[in-house]
């Protein structure tokens, strides 16, 4: 895989998909696999000049120090070595921060894999202090030993000889079996069927992009021109950058959401929807507790009352094509019914007809399911 220099195949379904941990911050999967997680990352030099700033009584400070000169006193602390110590520690926090995003991807499973060295007397080893494992170890370490004392050294068979397998020892061992009942069977696909969007990591961070943006303009789409939403691209290109992304792809995924934000605010559907109202909202929090006393809170992308119906509006990004026309849309927005029907009790005490509704950005056209 490290030499496979291919395009991912774009017949794919997406059961599959490899992906740094940056990028798959936000979304979710049924089963995580992190891979070698006994690695430590790769090392940098010290930088021949270390700053920082600090808060100090008299106002922040800006503290400079070059790197160690090579006769100094063995021991002696200098300010480069407390500067580059400081930085150690926010990679460190850094690091634990990258493997909670990691494991919390998993849905249902997830599975850790890393391989543990062992000492002079077969006991594992401690692994590197600066890899992820490492910050699993006291949780871990019980049972790399375990499984070390259960692994058998079997006597190396003759290369081509006719019991290889006979005499094969898997050096993949795993350490603990999926606490899962012999029963268990997974519960069924919701109705709603997944969206194609969402397969693709970064279509999934422009359409979390354009839902902030549609918050923003939300009650005053005339304060949002064309011009306005050019001049404001570069700030969704560093949006996009500070989620990891590269500076390619997040210069293309900033210039998608201009689009789809400029078609959105150019169509009479979007500049319906976005009007100002009395009893409006816009990314609407609603936690609604039922009758066992737990409380499910759900998020409207857009809500208000119109000639005496509650509108609830989802919306989405996805691009059906140039000749996609009401019916073609009115079949795709179909399958958001169920989820549309799931926010409709959190507005039952006022008593209102309400109205459903999928607003579809990248064509303007706003589909009212009836």
Known sequence: MAKLYAAPDAQADGRLQLMTIHKA??????????????????GSEAPLLAWDSFPLEQGE?????PVNRRRRVKGEPTVHDFLQGMERERAAN??????????TRAVRRLHLVAVATRKDDGTPATPPANSLLARLWPLVEGQFATANAEIAVAPAPTLGSDDDAAHFVPQLQRLAAPAIPDAWRAPPAPAV???????DALAADIGTLLHALLELVAGAPEAWPPGAIAARQAGFERWLAARGWPAAEARRGAGRAAQLLATTLASADGQWVLRPRDDAGAELAIAK??????????????????????????????????DADDARLAAHAERYRAQLESYA???????????LAVFYAAHGKLISLV
């Open 345 to 355: 009790p959190l507005f039952e005490a006022e008593a209102l007809p309400r109205r």
């Open 94 to 103: 850094e690091a634990a921060r990258v493997l909670y995003v990691a494991v």
């Open 193 to 199: 069927a997944p969206r194609a969007e969402t397969l």
């Open 289 to 322: 507790v039922g009758a066992d006393g737990t409380a499910q809170t759900r998020v409207v992308d857009r809500s208000f009352v119109e000639d005496g119906l509650r509108w609830i509006v989802d919306y989405k990004t996805a691009d059906l094509g140039p």
């Open 25 to 42: 911050k936000g979304l979710e999967f049924d089963t995580v696999i992190l891979p070698g997680l006994h690695r430590p990352p790769r």
């Open 61 to 65: 400070r800006l503290v400079v120090a």
